[in-house]
């Protein structure tokens, strides 16, 4: 994945110590809201209220579930479940 995000882009990650977590941060120069990425191995990905807590907390423009689905589908406003290969469309 990281490979695929140019190199102006920031990655990190999101954790704190009340157990709101994301597993990819990618902050954009000079662009509103880091996009936030989750990885599920679930072809039924569900996503914990730790994730949700740290969209909040960073303040995401955008989010997306990366999982083993054939189609991507909107899971909230904002957030999209995307399949692996779609990744490389994140950084557009």
């Known amino acids: 994945m990281l490979a695929a995000v140019p190199q102006t882009w920031r990655p990190s990650f999101y954790r704190t110590a ?3 977590e994301i597993d990819l941060v990618l902050e ?3 662009k509103a809201g880091p996009v936030a ?3 599920k191995y679930s072809a039924a990905p ?3 209220k730790g994730f949700w807590t740290g ?4 303040k995401a423009a955008r989010a997306f579930v990366v999982a083993p689905v ?3 589908y909107p899971l909230k ?3 999209w479940v995307i399949p692996v290969h779609a990744l490389e469309r994140l950084t557009v």
């Open 46 to 48: 569900q996503v914990e």
């Open 18 to 20: 009340t157990d709101a």
């Open 28 to 30: 954009r120069p000079g």
């Open 70 to 72: 054939k189609d991507a």
């Open 55 to 58: 969209l909040e907390d960073i």
């Open 77 to 79: 406003a904002n957030v």
């Open 37 to 39: 990425v989750e990885f």
